[in-house]
């Protein structure tokens, strides 16, 4: 070639596109960090459902997993308003939680192997322990979910509860039709319709799609029978050990309150005053937990402040009072029966 | 010898053509076929247009009142759920406070988008205007433009929904296929072989695959394919996603126009000594797009009816705001075929009118070139 | 003289037009060639730093979930390459019963636009201007509502004669089948017991709704097609054919289908890929498509670029078949001129 500045055009077009190449995309730094400099934190929620997460008109977030993710934020950044909601249908919460879009997913995901394994993701702790249940029109006459046979049963898709439903099928020869909704609104406008005999989710989810979606909830029962175990907490990506570790202990922290009488109520007394050496732990005034994981002393204290320990947010959100009406029952302390067991701060 | 004059007889009128007995009996009654499917379809409309109006008109509630629906419920239509719920159908999920926004950027777009339409209006300012106008929308919708805040409360991009939305997908991406299509038609009728190559593969690819999965490929793939940490705002990937597809069928509208130009016209400019693009620029590019203008309205009117896919990706849209203002809230829910109804007025209203219009800009072409 | 100082200059090596080309294709080709590796080394950096697998060996695995209606036995311990298999073959049953329905519902509607009856010509403006300019999805929606909350309970069904029934459960009718043992063809009916129908076919309402969505939707293109089919046949054509004695019934046959044909099937083609890409929407309705399908397996598998890639070539086949067929089918019309 005579001309070099053709020739040196090309090699730079060249250049430019192997440098591309082989450019390494680094990791852009660790969560904690990305969320300190944007001084806000992003949860991934459930699009609407009342008690885990729900939004009311005026776009305000309520639920049992959205206090977690309160309790969170004000851990790492000293507020729980500072966190932004991505609401996220079944089927896109792992993507939105692979690519970065949201730093922590708190969308009562059922933890399984696979979740665990082969999906890029963290289970951090159990927030609620769950079963999978089915919920029936009164007039159907159906007691037991053994009665479900040949029975159409509406499920939304991307969702545990799909291979469950399948497997208990299987397992009693009910032969069930599954009718599959990409969107848990249309699942549940094609149960009241009337379309199936049967549908089928988290027994909380059932509890809460009753409360809020049925006409009359008293027309609708739950049937006793539980076909799975459900354990739903938050998820957060693989490769950050830091921040797995904190969403873990926020978690463990709020039942360790619980289990000693820490309350947002009674937390500002006890923290002058109380002599017990676990209390005073876990309030930061004796041992600074909050260093070795990358925050500051009084990192539990703001989330017990923020949304109360476990027993309150579960109180406030699913308990007796609410719609909802859920017992403790397997999500009670260890020491009344429940399995909610915290390993000790320390 | 003197002529006489005399009246003449006045003579029998001519035999009307224009009648309307003569124009029912040969639209309505011409032969027997005919006359039976007349009558038939009267009987037909007679027995279905009165229970019509009685359902949508007579017996309908109008007042947002759930308790007064229930009770004309199959007789009457419901049309209180539609004064009920009209903002947050035609809004989204926007702030409910600060919905003058998108009802102002809204109108905007829309007076842009009809001025655009009219000839009186064809000169460079409407450029500019183009420009002012997507800058003051984005500007409002968000509430802040390139970083800089604008004094507004800023609402992300994941909360704009229904109307506006719609609007501004389908305008958009439009406008940016546009460019892209006429590149890509150039490049497909090139003689470079690898050039036509590239553009024929992405057509076609592109052709062949529903909305749909481009729209989830958009949505779930597009993250991945950038640089780790970057997460492009959700509707920056539905836009990409649509406009690369929109940017195929127009392409192929585009050389259609292209091969009705007769090869006398190249020779005619490489006689003057025109280049490639100077022949295209002057030349080539306005008699063809001047032709395929009712083809891209009808383009565009299916992007807009498609821009109702993306409630698939949880944007909310017209159809996917109905199904989240009515869901959680049992009173309403059995309403829905009364939103349904409202939804499909407004799309069949902006889509009538977009298919007028067409027709008329087919007219004025068909007169300017005749002789 | 002008001529031996034409002969002197010779054009230079980079002002020729093929060095030009060949530079122009260069430069494209290596600047599509760089973004392509840089987006597939995003890719691999990214689920490498996630811990993605990739890959299509999940298609062998256990599938563990059940298809509410698929044309051939699915169990859910099958893999999930034949999940996708019932996926295909559903997306294929929507299609081809789409098709010949629209087909038949729009000519009829496109021949009624050019009657001579001016009911039948602005009914049929109606129809295809109401269904034009309505997104397909939200009609698919409609039909859905109408064929689940305003249809009775299976416990009281409306029935014709025992031979027919429609419910929120869907609609079956009685089927001819042939019997070994009689060696006859014998009815099929449907038998309705405590709110099930068992025996004779059923369609579930998610196909009804899928099925008639589109068939409606795109049999008012079809119209539009027929009808400038129609018309684009001159009406020199006609007359002549009337002035040689042939009925309307040959005329239709033998002189006006023929030189339609020509204009309308290039777009009708278009029309049944159309059809054939919207019955991904069925997605939204719950019905088990070819894209429904593959939306579970990349849920519950994470492999979101295998299942999407996968969609997308199958959906690319069955268009580059569809138009091969109609190609081939064209070129048997086309009527050869003198």
């Not at chain 3, 939707?217 to 539009?224: G, L």
């Amino acid at each position: 070639m005579k001309n070099s500045p053709i020739k040196a055009a090309l090699g730079g077009a060249a250049a430019i596109g192997f440098t591309l190449l082989f450019s390494a995309s680094a990791w852009a730094g660790k969560t904690l960090d990305t969320i300190k400099q944007r001084d806000q934190m992003v949860c991934g929620v459930n699009t609407g459902l009342a008690g885990f997460g729900a939004a009311d008109s005026q776009g305000k977030w309520t639920g049992l997993d959205v206090d977690v993710c309160r309790a969170v934020a004000a851990a790492v950044l000293g507020s729980g308003d500072k966190v932004r909601y991505v609401p996220l249908s079944a089927p896109q919460r792992f993507t939105a939680l692979q690519s970065g879009e949201i730093d922590m997913l708190s969308r009562n995901t059922t933890f399984t192997l696979t979740r665990d394994a082969s999906l890029g993701l963290h289970q951090t702790a159990v927030t609620f322990y769950d079963g999978q249940g089915f919920m029936v029109p009164v007039k159907g006459g159906i007691k037991s979910a053994k009665q479900l046979k040949n029975a159409t049963v509406c499920v939304q898709s991307g969702t545990t509860t799909e291979k469950n439903l399948t497997d208990f099928s299987k397992a009693n020869n009910l032969a069930i039709k599954p009718v599959v909704f990409e969107k848990l609104e249309a699942a549940n406008a094609a149960y009241f319709a009337g379309r199936c005999k049967a549908y089928t989710t988290d027994a909380s989810g059932l509890a809460s799609i009753r409360s809020k979606e049925a006409k009359d909830p008293k027309e609708h029962a739950i049937l006793p029978e539980l076909i799975s175990k459900e354990p739903l907490g938050p998820l957060v990506r693989r490769g950050d050990d830091e921040w797995f570790a904190i969403v873990k202990w926020v978690i463990y922290g709020l039942v360790e309150a619980e289990e000693y009488g820490i309350t947002a109520a009674n937390i500002e007394k006890l923290k002058a005053e109380s002599t017990d050496p676990v209390v005073m732990r876990l309030l930061g005034k004796s041992d600074d937990t909050g260093k070795l994981l990358g925050l500051d002393r009084e990192w539990l204290v703001r989330a017990i402040t923020t949304s109360g320990n476990y027993g309150e947010i579960f109180e406030r959100n699913v308990g007796e009072k609410t719609p909802l009406a859920l017992k403790r029952g397997p999500n009670a302390q260890w020491a009344k029966g429940g399995l909610q067991y915290a390993p000790p701060i320390r | 010898m003197a002529i006489s004059l005399h009246n003449i007889a006045p003579r029998t009128p001519p035999v009307s053509h224009t009648s309307w007995r003569l124009w029912l009996r040969q639209n309505l009654f011409a032969n027997r076929t005919s006359a039976v499917t007349t009558v038939s379809l009267l009987l037909l409309g007679l027995w279905l247009l009165p229970q019509l109006w009685s359902w949508a008109l007579w017996h309908a509630q109008f007042k947002p009142d759930a308790d007064a629906c229930q009770s004309i419920r199959g007789m009457g239509a419901c049309w209180g759920v539609v004064s009920e719920k009209y903002r947050l159908i035609i809004f989204g999920r926007y702030p409910f406070a600060e919905q003058w926004r998108p009802l102002l950027a809204c109108g905007l777009l829309m007076g842009l988008l009809v001025v655009s339409c009219m000839r009186a209006f064809w000169r460079i300012g409407l450029l500019w205007a183009w420009v002012a106008v997507w800058l003051a929308f984005f500007g409002l919708m968000g509430g802040r433009l390139f970083g800089f805040s604008l004094g507004l409360s800023p609402v992300p991009t994941d909360q704009w929904g229904g109307l506006p939305l719609t609007l501004m997908l389908s305008s958009l991406s439009i406008a940016l296929a546009f460019p892209l299509a006429v590149l890509v038609a150039l490049g497909r009728r090139s003689d470079l072989p690898a050039i036509k190559t590239i553009c024929v593969t992405y057509v076609e690819l592109v052709r062949g695959v529903p909305l749909i999965s481009v729209l989830f490929m958009a949505s779930f793939m597009f993250p991945l394919l950038m640089p780790a940490g970057t997460t492009p705002d959700v509707l920056v990937r539905v836009l990409v996603g649509i406009t690369l597809f929109s940017a195929a069928y127009t392409a192929e509208i585009v050389r259609g126009g292209l091969q009705a130009i007769p090869r006398g016209q190249y020779e005619a400019a490489a006689s003057l000594g025109l280049g490639y693009w100077k022949t295209q620029r002057i030349i080539i590019l306005p008699q063809a797009l001047a032709h395929v203008v009712p083809g891209i309205m009808n383009n565009f009117i299916a992007i807009f009816k498609d821009t109702s896919l993306v409630t698939i990706v949880s944007l909310y849209e017209l159809s996917g705001a109905l199904g989240l203002a009515l869901s959680g809230d049992p009173l309403w829910r059995p309403f829905k075929i009364e939103g349904y109804l409202f939804i499909t007025l407004i799309y069949f209203a902006f889509c009538f009118a977009m298919s007028r219009y067409s027709l008329w800009v087919e007219h004025q072409l068909q007169r300017s070139q005749a002789r | 003289m002008a001529g031996f100082l034409f002969w002197d200059m010779k054009t230079s090596f980079w002002h020729q037009r093929q060095t030009r080309r060949w530079l122009y294709q260069l430069a494209l080709m290596l600047g599509l060639l760089a973004l392509l590796a840089w987006l597939l080394s995003n890719t691999l950096a990214n689920m490498k730093a996630r811990g993605i697998q990739s890959g299509f060996d999940f298609l062998w695995a256990n599938a563990g979930f059940d298809i509410g209606e698929s044309m051939i036995a699915f169990d859910s311990s099958e893999p999930y390459w034949r999940a996708f298999g019932v996926g295909l073959l559903n997306t294929l049953r929507v299609s081809v019963v789409g098709i010949v329905f629209c087909s038949i519902l729009g000519t009829m509607i496109g021949v009624g636009r050019v009657s001579h009856n001016a009911l039948a010509r602005g009914l049929g403006y109606a129809y295809t201007e109401l269904f034009r300019n309505v997104p397909v999805l939200l009609q698919l929606l409609i039909w859905y509502v109408l064929l689940v909350e305003f249809m009775p309970d299976s416990q009281s069904p409306l029935h014709f004669n025992d031979w027919f029934y429609l419910s929120k459960n869907g609609f079956s009718f009685p089927v001819p089948v042939w019997e070994s043992s009689s060696n006859s063809l014998v009815w099929d009916v449907p038998l309705w017991f405590d709110g099930e129908i068992s025996q004779g076919i059923s369609l579930t309402p998610e196909f009804l709704a899928i099925t008639l969505g589109l068939s409606f939707y795109t049999s008012a293109f079809v119209a539009e097609v027929v009808r400038a089919g129609i018309v684009s046949v001159p009406r020199g054509q006609l007359e002549a054919a009337k002035s040689i004695g042939l009925s309307n019934w040959q005329t239709t046959r033998q002189v006006l289908l023929p030189q339609a044909m020509r204009v309308i099937i290039p777009p009708l083609t278009n029309q049944y890929l159309n059809l054939t890409k919207n019955s991904s929407l069925a997605v939204a309705i719950g019905y088990p498509d070819l894209v429904s399908i593959s939306n579970t397996a990349l849920n519950q598998t994470g492999r979101a670029v295998e299942c999407i890639a996968l969609i997308m070539a199958v959906y690319l086949c069955l268009s580059l078949g569809t138009s091969a067929l109609m190609n081939a089918f064209n070129q048997r019309m086309a009527i050869r001129e003198r």
